[in-house]
């Protein structure tokens, strides 16, 4: 599906084009904060709701006795653990959608 990626610091980059009044460090330290403030929920055991966009949460997987670790095929152990879940909304869900579609 060749995509490619974008970046935090072409973000900054789009953000510092479309607002010239603000600079590309407090941008910066705005997104950083912003990402703190999602960790540190997500720590505090809630649950991240950005409408329009979608919802972050924490899940525990189980831990097994028998897994296979993919690179050498040995058995390990895994202990349980917390997942970071993403669910997208309604609204970024219906935009992808169109997204594919526009494209064929």
Same mark, same amino acid.
């Given at each position: 599906?060749?995509? &490619?990626?974008?970046? @935090?610091?072409?973000?900054?980059?789009?953000? &510092?084009?479309?607002?010239?009044?603000?600079?590309?460090?407090?941008?910066? @330290?705005?997104?950083?904060?912003?990402?703190?403030? /999602?960790?540190?929920?997500?720590?505090?055991?809630? /649950?991240?709701?950005?409408?329009?966009?979608?919802?972050?949460?924490?899940?525990?997987?189980? #831990?097994?006795?028998?897994?296979?670790?993919? !690179?050498? #095929?040995?058995? /390990?152990?895994?202990?349980?653990? #917390?997942?970071?879940?993403?669910?997208?909304? !309604?609204?970024?869900?219906?935009?992808?959608?169109?997204?594919?579609?526009? !494209?064929?």
């Amino acid at each position: 599906m060749g995509t &490619q990626k974008l970046t @935090k610091a072409e973000i900054i980059e789009n953000i &510092q084009q479309k607002y010239d009044n603000l600079n590309k460090p407090d941008i910066h @330290k705005i997104i950083d904060e912003f990402f703190e403030e /999602v960790k540190s929920g997500l720590e505090q055991d809630r /649950v991240i709701e950005l409408r329009g966009f979608g919802t972050f949460e924490v899940r525990t997987r189980k #831990g097994r006795e028998k897994a296979r670790n993919p !690179k050498t #095929g040995d058995l /390990v152990a895994v202990d349980t653990h #917390g997942v970071a879940i993403f669910r997208p909304g !309604k609204e970024l869900k219906d935009f992808v959608w169109n997204l594919r579609q526009e !494209k064929n």
